[in-house]
């Protein structure tokens, strides 16, 4: 304990930081969004590949999630999602 912490006469609590569970995601709306605009351009992926490169396309902006883009129509919005993830993916042949 600190000299100031003892001077005022605070006792100290411990915590334990808790792991983040899937169903904590804030954002799982927005993944499925992401599946469906990959989906409408011919591209299979899941929930777990939507919100890597959502993360990694925020963290170009330094931000930790960045909305999806509201331009009005669906098909507007899905050419904008797909636009801002396509430097995170690379098309692979099926086995």
Same mark, same amino acid.
């Given at each position: 304990m600190t000299e100031?912490?003892?001077i005022i006469n605070l006792k100290m609590k411990k915590i334990k930081v808790t792991k983040e569970q899937e169903? *904590?995601?804030l954002y799982q709306s927005d993944c499925a969004v992401i599946v469906e605009a990959f989906k409408h351009f011919g591209y299979e992926i899941t929930e777990d590949q939507a919100r890597e490169m959502w993360e990694r396309n925020s963290d170009t902006m330094c931000a930790s999630w960045l909305m999806?883009?509201?331009l009005g129509s !669906? !098909? *507007?919005n899905y050419e904008?999602?797909?636009a801002e993830c396509q430097s995170f993916? !690379? !098309?692979i042949e099926d086995v």
């Open positions: 100031v912490a003892r169903s *904590d995601f999806l883009p509201s !669906e !098909e *507007d904008a999602i797909f993916f !690379e !098309e």
